[in-house]
């Protein structure tokens, strides 16, 4: 696990609902980029085809997945781009509730960018989700 240092300066507002950090500092070290992943299973199948919860679920497990592959874990990432077709507030809980399923406890409090959008990449996609790690 690296050392991460969340700062919250105090002249800013306490970060909504305590799900991100205003600023994660990285020592320093390798730092890997992870593409946008989607709710692709590992055979390239859609997973919840029309379902925010199931997508943004397996859009986790995969950024978990691929953090395993390189030796990282959630503990590790120093932020997220969350990007949402068809973005409501009502999904704040349910992407994230899914981001805490996927990773499990502790939750990694990253700098973090959530993005309503018209469309992804291709049609069906609901959730992507870009992530940056500090390698241990």
Known sequence: MTALDRVDPPAL???VQGLY???VIAPAGRTAYF???IALD???ELVGPG???AQALQAFLNVKLALEGVGATPADLVRHNIYVVGHTPELVPVIFGAAQQAYGDPWPRTS???LGVQTLGLPGWLIEVEATALLP
């Open 13 to 15: 507002c306490p970060p």
């Open 21 to 23: 950090a205003h600023v």
């Open 35 to 37: 593409s946008g992943q």
């Open 42 to 44: 590992a055979a390239g």
């Open 51 to 53: 379902d925010h919860a």
């Open 112 to 114: 973090s960018t959530l």
